[in-house]
C-alpha cells in the first residue's frame, strides 16, 4: 500500500470522527448560547464604533461612507440619463 494511500485512510477516519463530534458539539445548547451572546456583543461592538466613526467624521466636516455612497450612485443615475439624452439627440440628428 502506498504512503499516499496510508495517509489518506487516516486522514478520512479523523475527517470522519471530527465531523461527527463537531456536529453534535455546535448543536449543543451549552455552545450554542455562549457563542450566540458572544456575536451579538460583536455585532453590538461594531454598530457602536461604525455610529462613533460616523461622528468623527461629521464634526471635522466629512461624508460619511453612507452619504459618499449616496452621492456616487445618484452620480452614476445622472451619467446614465446624460448617455441617454446624448443617445437621443444624435438619433434626431441623424433623422433631420
Do not use: C
Not at 461527527?20 to 449543543?28: P, R
Not at 464604533?49 to 452620480?75: P, Y
Amino acid at each position: 500500500m502506498s504512503a499516499w494511500k496510508v495517509w489518506k485512510s487516516g486522514f478520512d477516519r479523523w475527517e470522519r470522527s471530527t465531523s461527527e463530534y463537531l456536529d453534535k458539539a455546535l448543536q449543543s445548547p451549552a455552545i450554542l448560547g455562549p457563542t450566540g451572546t458572544i456575536l451579538k456583543t460583536v455585532m453590538r461592538t461594531k454598530s457602536t464604533a461604525n455610529k462613533m466613526v460616523a461622528r468623527a467624521w461629521n464634526t471635522i466636516g466629512l461624508t460619511s461612507r453612507n452619504e459618499q455612497d449616496r452621492a456616487v450612485h445618484r452620480i452614476n443615475q445622472l451619467e446614465g440619463k446624460i448617455l441617454d439624452l446624448q443617445e437621443e439627440l444624435q438619433e434626431l440628428r441623424e433623422n433631420d
